[in-house]
């Protein structure tokens, strides 16, 4: 979403720190990536098309190669070339949901969690950006934002993409468009297309029941 950006872009100039924008690109048969800047950066998806199309298969449940590659690899490609060996990766994971720490030390760098050891809960976070003159600019629900990161993606509740379909339904097709272009689904029991269907078909009553659309997120609706 665009305001994840204008996010970023507001935090670096408000608290003067500087930011290194990057994303993941295709150099002839290469996987690689390219510094960009806020205005520079890709709006409609191109990074993540572009890595689809050299795989030649949709990411899913079981194989998310799409934060591999785009997120993780993509930077430490960056910072491999700046000639940086080892390094500390610092991940905004909370003590509430310590589940996700991970402290694999098979790659070059060493996870670092300084939410989780300090003990800041989703509590903690939400009263620090009450202070704060700016925040995201995208609903809450309950200290989560639906529609941040990933605008659709497939470890997203279906009651969340369903939504996403109601009020982004331009930005919803780009991911069914993908999957015709690919010739399949993210998910097997559902495709974008089918559930933006259903969303226009049935109107806005099947927001109202909970038991009708499922509400599990990491790919838990498919079964």
């Known amino acids: 979403m665009n305001a994840t950006l204008d996010f970023v872009a507001e935090c670096a100039a408000r608290w003067d720190v500087p930011i290194e924008w990057l994303e993941y690109k295709r150099n002839g048969n290469s996987n690689s990536f ?50 940086w060996d080892t390094w500390h ?13 991970n402290h694999n030390q098979r790659e070059k760098w060493e996870n670092w969690y300084p939410l989780n050891d300090a003990g800041i809960s989703k509590k903690d976070v939400a009263n620090f950006w009450s202070r704060m003159p700016f925040d995201l600019r995208l609903e809450n629900v309950n200290g989560n934002a639906p529609k941040g990161n990933c605008d659709g993606c497939f470890l997203k509740s279906e009651a969340t993409l369903a939504a996403m379909w ?58």
């Open 166 to 223: 109601r009020e982004h339904p331009d930005r919803m097709q780009w991911w069914a468009d993908l999957e015709a272009e690919a010739g399949s689904t993210f998910h097997k029991s559902r495709s974008y297309s089918e559930l933006g269907d259903f969303v226009r078909n049935q109107g806005d009553w099947i927001f109202d029941n909970e038991g009708l659309l499922c509400q599990a997120n990491d790919g838990e609706c498919t079964g």
């Open 34 to 83: 390219h510094v960009v800047n806020h205005n520079q950066a890709s709006r409609n998806g191109e990074p993540f098309r572009e890595l689809v199309l050299s795989r030649k298969y949709l990411p899913n449940v079981v194989a998310r190669y799409c934060t591999a590659e785009l997120k993780v690899r993509t930077s430490s490609r960056y910072l491999k070339s700046l000639g």
């Open 89 to 101: 990766n610092a991940l905004g994971i909370r003590a509430d949901e310590s589940r996700r720490v």
